[in-house]
T-cell receptor, first 116, second 113 residues
Framework: SQQGEEDPQALSIQEGENATMNCSYKTSINNLQWYRQNSGRGLVHLILIRSNEREKHSGRLRVTLDTSKKSSSLLITASRAADTASYFCATDGSDAGGTSYGKLTFGQGTILTVHP | GAGVSQTPSNKVTEKGKYVELRCDPISGHTALYWYRQSLGQGPEFLIYFQGTGAADDSGLPNDRFFAVRPEGSVSTLKIQRTERGDSAVYLC???????????FGQGTRLTVV
């Protein structure tokens, strides 16, 4: 079953604006990762945030993680037309004892369209 | 190689036929994953290997699906008696070890007619 649920399902913005996507999940996690996908083929890893981290930055990307709310957000600042893609969160879930299941569970994704 | 390689990139087969999809992971990556993605959906987990053994095959939909990784590198996903519902993009990914970022191939688009 899909654990991560992204919100919104689709987001349309103008170039230069910021884009925020949210992800909620249900079980304990070791880490949460965000991926980008163009044209329905290979996914590209963007950023990984561990369960003991609250915020992480990479270039124009900012990810936050709130394990008490079981949610994460991805912020893309100063968006560009080239950022147009689908964005997925994926969780590396763990059991109650903290042992990783060892697999990533993906959400349904957010389709981001950035208009020039 | 530089990245995860999947072959073929596209495969069209007739209902009832057998197909094999191949994945060449990044050299040295011990973990290998197979996912399936239908149009408009997120990738759905099928199976993952840690070395040569299948650490978790709970995502395989039924016994028509089978995957191997005999030498801990290349993996083959095998689908017997294909059905139209098997049509999807099959994605392979590898990672240096468990719990780290996964690198995905471009996928194999399987179409069962």
């Amino acid at each position: 079953s899909q654990q991560g649920e992204e919100d919104p399902q689709a987001l349309s913005i103008q170039e230069g604006e910021n884009a925020t996507m949210n992800c909620s999940y249900k079980t304990s996690i070791n880490n949460l990762q965000w991926y980008r996908q163009n044209s329905g083929r290979g996914l590209v890893h963007l950023i990984l945030i561990r369960s003991n981290e609250r915020e992480k930055h990479s270039g124009r990307l900012r990810v936050t993680l709130d394990t008490s709310k079981k949610s994460s957000s991805l912020l893309i600042t100063a968006s560009r037309a080239a950022d147009t893609a689908s964005y997925f969160c994926a969780t590396d879930g763990s059991d109650a004892g903290g042992t990783s299941y060892g697999k990533l569970t993906f959400g349904q994704g957010t389709i981001l369209t950035v208009h020039p | 190689g530089a990245g995860v390689s999947q072959t073929p990139s596209n495969k069209v087969t007739e209902k009832g036929k057998y197909v094999e999809l191949r994945c060449d992971p990044i050299s040295g990556h011990t973990a290998l994953y197979w996912y399936r993605q239908s149009l408009g959906q997120g990738p759905e987990f099928l199976i993952y290997f840690q070395g040569t053994g299948a650490a978790d095959d709970s995502g395989l939909p039924n016994d028509r699906f089978f995957a191997v990784r005999p030498e801990g590198s290349v993996s083959t996903l095998k689908i017997q008696r294909t059905e139209r519902g098997d049509s999807a993009v099959y994605l392979c990914a590898s990672s240096l070890m468990m719990y780290t970022e996964a690198f995905f191939g471009q996928g194999t688009r399987l179409t069962v007619v």
